[in-house]
């Protein structure tokens, strides 16, 4: 029984296997397989960039993966945020950097943001009053003796709906 099984004949397998020669016998080409799995890289990351540039609300990561999973479901987390870090290197898109977590913005010129500090909820603080100052990165390495110095501007607030919440809770307690 050993033997039959060693030598397949339980499965009662032709001993010839008709060829076509025409037919190529290996239809795995490793060089068409790496071209592929470019191509859905290339894909993925397009795809990953016009989530940044639909969600325009200053997305999170976990924001720009459900929205990227309802179109590709096979697509995973790791992939996003490795495509989202990649986008952000490259500059085509501007990583957000504010406590509680990265967000991202599909507007990557130089701008500054505020923050609630309730919900987390980032938007654009705009204006010429918003800029940051180069004579402030002169002062501070003049003080410091550091070079290449730079900063951001980030503004903390409430934002309205948190105001309400908080209006419509202390008007319970009252
Ligand atoms: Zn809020
Ligand atoms: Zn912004």
Same mark, same amino acid.
């Given at each position: ?5 060693? /030598? ?18 290996? +239809? !795995? ?6 071209? &592929?799995? *470019?191509?859905?890289? +290339?894909?993925?990351? *397009?795809?990953?960039? /016009?989530?940044? *540039? ?5 997305? +999170? ?12 479901? %096979?697509?995973?987390?790791? +992939? ?23 967000? !991202? ?12 500090? /309730? ?16 004579? =402030? ?9 550091? &070079?290449?110095?730079?900063? =951001? ?7 309205? =709906?948190?105001?309400? %919440?908080?209006?419509? &809770?202390?008007? %319970?307690?009252?």
């Amino acid at each position: 029984m050993l033997n039959d099984i060693l /030598e397949g004949n339980h499965l009662r397998l032709p001993r010839v296997v008709p060829l076509h020669l025409d037919a190529p016998l290996c +239809t !795995f080409d490793p060089l068409e397989g790496m071209a &592929s799995m *470019q191509r859905r890289n +290339t894909r993925q990351r *397009q795809l990953v960039f /016009e989530a940044v *540039q639909h969600l325009r609300n200053h997305p +999170t990561a976990d924001d720009i993966y459900l929205y990227v999973r309802s179109i590709d479901s %096979k697509i995973s987390r790791g +992939t996003v945020y490795r495509n989202l870090n990649l986008l952000s290197d490259q500059g085509a898109i501007l990583d957000v950097r504010v406590p509680g977590g990265d967000h !991202f913005d599909f507007n990557t010129t130089e701008h500054a943001h505020l923050v609630c500090r /309730e919900c987390g909820a980032v938007v654009d603080a705009l204006g010429p009053a918003c800029t940051v100052s180069e004579d =402030a990165d002169a002062h501070v390495e003049a003080q410091t003796g550091y &070079s290449e110095v730079g900063h =951001a501007l980030l503004f903390t607030g409430l934002c309205p =709906a948190c105001q309400q %919440k908080l209006q419509e &809770s202390e008007e %319970k307690s009252a």
